[in-house]
């Protein structure tokens, strides 16, 4: 009997979830459809940023301040060639110049990262990361020429104590420490910078030689390749308008027979160029990114692709770099060298230390009314040491000090690295005796050599998130807090703009010096960024996160609707989106019109896997997960329609008066933190 009722209880639920399966497919089209005008505020979004970029380049044209446009080649090439050949060699006028060049570096480097690819030209792309490098290379010139006329008139900054030249210059990019052995005396070997607590201790034999120590530490890296600043931002692109209204079954063929013909004819990257200074020039830099994802595929994900490709009208964004190409990606040789850093897994944070020691060049003498100085050839003359003479392993160590800038959080101690312009890495051996002072934020250490030295974070020490929220606070208002192992990020979203509201490590605000400011997503990246405090994945980080993924399509589509509603519901983290599937996301959610916080028992739990979703009957508490539906709900094709459901008449007001932009910076910072995998 008692299996007798229970066959019957599984039969009665069987039928009742094949109906709710036939209405699903019923409405399955109307659903599709209805969502699709909703989703035409991406691409409205789309067309507002084109025209705002096309009306900034208008509006620099007619306002002839006397910058150049850095896209423009020709404008930008006079711009070089002039600062060349200006002679102009004071130290406060070449960093005063510099503030312009990084404003043009900055510009070229953001409509790289932040240019649809519909709307930029390879040609482009390649002339952009050329100019990039060729203004880099010539402030670093620049920035060589005026130290060289600092050490020419030493006098100017004699040390009343020792007798030695020390100066330091700076402003928000760039601070010069330079030292200069004027009296030649041992007990004058080590020393400290006052303004800024950068010290070193030279060996004896450098203590007793007419040498200069320049400590430049640039707040910017213009060292790492250049694809280390553009890897990890996920790069959107726009399909078709006509594959829009295509079903997903009709558009699958395609690019499968795209990416077959990409398999049958890889892109083998050329021979790589180098640039003056040993960089990977632009264009082989290039042709190395783009033939990256056509080696190497297989059959299984390629069909993946092809289903990111083929999501019908949900499907307007396409992940390229993000969340494809972590599929697409053939592996990687292995790093074999322990010493080579692997720049996937660790970034350079706090700018870059230029560590030299420099010949001391003939100094101004001053003959009546006269000042006479003897003009050498050789320009800013690198001292060698360890000297060619000293045989391996006798020469003693140069001990450096440097304070760490408050700008930027180290969260543990930071790895020392030094730049090998040979084999284009950052490498830690020559580096030893490493000392970490957390509370006075200084590190010291002993170098072989001069290097140039940067300190390294794991780029993902905030990953998994413990947490994350998204929650409305006004019209075209929301708010998203990311809760990290180490702190907790408050971005608030307004129109347009998002703005980093506060940093809290331990319950302290930190980061001061950045918050408040109103940005754009890609702009708040870097910011973040730059300031150690990453909490966007790149391509690759899944291999150093424990992180259960998710499917592309659940994932992407999650992130489309949860930004279309956005401006009515609250969204938050659930534990069991890691006891779910891998084709399937979970999330919390509730309808929320006020500005306060969502209180607890206001949540429901939802389940979707992209193409179906559906609301849970178990709650945060309970014991064990389970895709049992909540009674009296149904199936529906869309989140959008399941939450449409039970929402109020007016949350769906507000859902269908957001404004386009509020949507899309909404779905910018979801797909660039990653939340339903990375949590």
């Known amino acids: 009997q008692e299996e007798a009722a229970r066959l019957e209880k599984q039969r009665i639920e069987q039928e009742q979830m094949e109906k709710l399966e036939a209405k699903d497919q019923e409405r399955r089209e109307s659903e599709l459809a209805e969502l699709h005008s909703l989703e035409q505020k991406f691409l409205s979004a789309q067309q507002w940023k084109a025209d705002y970029r096309a009306h900034a380049k208008w509006e620099h044209y007619l306002s002839c301040d006397g910058s150049p446009d850095p896209t423009i080649l020709q404008e930008i090439n006079t711009f070089i060639s002039l600062w060349r050949e200006d002679q102009s060699e004071d130290i406060r006028l070449v960093m005063e110049k510099g503030e312009q060049v990084l404003n043009l570096i900055e510009k070229?480097?953001?409509?790289?990262?932040?240019?649809?690819?519909?709307?930029?030209?390879?040609?482009?792309?390649?002339?952009?990361?050329?100019?990039?490098?060729?203004?880099?290379?010539?402030?670093?010139?620049?920035?060589?020429?005026?130290?060289?006329?600092?050490?020419?008139v030493t006098n100017m900054y004699e040390d009343s104590e020792t007798g030695n030249m020390q100066a330091v210059i700076k402003n928000k990019n760039v601070t010069f420490c330079i030292w200069a052995n004027l009296k030649k005396k041992v007990r004058f070997k080590n020393h400290t910078f006052c303004d800024t607590q950068h010290g070193f201790e030279l060996p004896?034999?450098?203590?007793?030689?007419?040498?200069?120590?320049?400590?430049?530490?640039?707040?910017?890296?213009?060292?790492?390749p250049l694809w280390l600043q553009r890897q990890s931002v996920p790069k959107l692109e726009v399909l078709d308008s006509k594959e829009l209204t295509q079903r997903s079954e009709d558009s699958v063929e395609e690019p499968e027979e795209k990416e077959k013909k990409a398999r049958e004819e890889p892109n083998v990257p050329a021979e790589e160029e180098t640039c003056s200074d040993g960089r990977k020039s632009a264009s082989s830099f290039k042709e190395k990114s783009s033939s990256v994802a056509d080696i190497n595929e297989t059959e299984e994900e390629t069909e993946k692709k092809s289903e990111i490709s083929a999501i019908p009208s949900e499907g307007i964004w396409l992940v390229q770099d993000s969340l494809v190409q972590e599929e697409t990606n053939g592996k990687e040789e292995a790093v074999t060298d322990e010493n080579i850093v692997d720049l996937q897994q660790f970034v350079p944070v706090g700018g870059v230390y230029h560590i030299d020691v420099l010949h001391l060049p003939p100094q101004v003498k001053q003959i009546k009314d006269w000042s006479m100085v003897e003009l050498l050839d050789v320009g800013l003359e690198a001292y060698p040491y360890p000297s060619e003479e000293a045989e391996d392993g006798t020469h003693p160590p140069i001990q450096i000090t440097l304070r760490l800038s408050d700008s930027v959080m180290y969260f543990k101690d930071p790895v020392i690295a030094r730049w090998d312009p040979a084999g284009q890495q950052w490498r830690t051996d020559?580096?030893?005796?490493?000392?970490?002072?957390?509370?006075?934020?200084?590190?010291?250490?002993?170098?072989?050599?001069?290097?140039?030295?940067?300190?390294?974070?794991?780029?993902?020490?905030?990953?998994?998130?413990?947490?994350?929220?998204?929650?409305?606070?006004?019209?075209?208002e929301a708010l998203l807090i990311v809760t990290t192992v180490f702190a907790t990020i408050q971005i608030q979203i307004k129109g347009n703009q998002c703005m980093l509201s506060s940093v809290a490590v331990e319950e302290r605000d930190v980061l001061s010096h950045v918050t408040g400011k109103w940005i754009s997503p890609a702009y708040l990246r870097a910011v973040l960024k730059k300031a150690g405090v990453n909490i966007f994945p790149g391509e690759h980080s899944h291999k150093y996160v424990s992180v259960k993924k998710k499917a592309p399509l659940a994932e992407v589509r999650a992130y489309q609707q949860m930004a279309l509603v956005?401006?009515?519901?609250?969204?938050?983290?659930?534990?069991?989106?890691?006891?779910?599937?891998?084709?399937?996301?979970?999330?919390?959610?509730?309808?929320?019109?006020?500005?306060?916080?969502?209180?607890?028992?206001?949540?429901?739990?939802?389940l979707f896997n992209g193409q179906k979703a559906q609301k849970l009957k178990i709650?945060?508490?309970?014991?064990?997960?389970?895709?049992?539906?909540?009674?009296?709900?149904?199936?529906?094709?869309?989140?959008?329609?399941?939450?449409?459901?039970?929402?109020?008449?007016?949350?769906?007001?507000?859902?269908?008066?957001?404004?386009?932009?509020?949507?899309?910076?909404?779905?910018?910072?979801?797909?660039?933190?990653?939340?339903?995998?990375?949590?």
């Not at 390294?456 to 929650?471: F, G, K, V």
């Not at 009515?568 to 979970?586: G, I, L, M, R």
């Not at 269908?656 to 779905?667: I, K, Q, W």
């Open 108 to 152: 070229l480097q953001f409509l790289l990262l932040d240019t649809p690819p519909n709307e930029i030209t390879e040609k482009e792309t390649v002339q952009y990361q050329e100019s990039i490098l060729e203004l880099q290379n010539l402030l670093h010139q620049k920035y060589n020429g005026a130290t060289e006329h600092l050490l020419k």
């Open 619 to 679: 709650t945060e508490t309970s014991e064990a997960f389970s895709e049992e539906l909540e009674d009296d709900s149904e199936f529906h094709s869309t989140l959008y329609h399941m939450l449409k459901d039970s929402a109020s008449k007016e949350a769906i007001d507000k859902v269908e008066r957001a404004s386009c932009l509020f949507v899309d910076v909404v779905h910018q910072l979801l797909l660039a933190t990653r939340v339903l995998t990375y949590s």
């Open 430 to 476: 020559g580096i030893s005796k490493l000392t970490y002072e957390t509370q006075e934020k200084s590190i010291t250490f002993e170098m072989s050599a001069f290097y140039t030295i940067a300190l390294l974070q794991d780029a993902h020490l905030n990953m998994p998130y413990q947490a994350w929220e998204l929650r409305p606070t006004g019209t075209d």
């Open 204 to 224: 004896k034999s450098l203590a007793v030689s007419s040498v200069a120590v320049r400590i430049l530490h640039t707040h910017y890296d213009h060292v790492s």
């Open 566 to 606: 956005a401006s009515a519901f609250a969204f938050a983290w659930s534990k069991w989106n890691q006891a779910a599937s891998q084709e399937q996301v979970v999330v919390k959610v509730s309808e929320h019109l006020k500005a306060d916080s969502v209180r607890d028992e206001e949540w429901s739990l939802y």
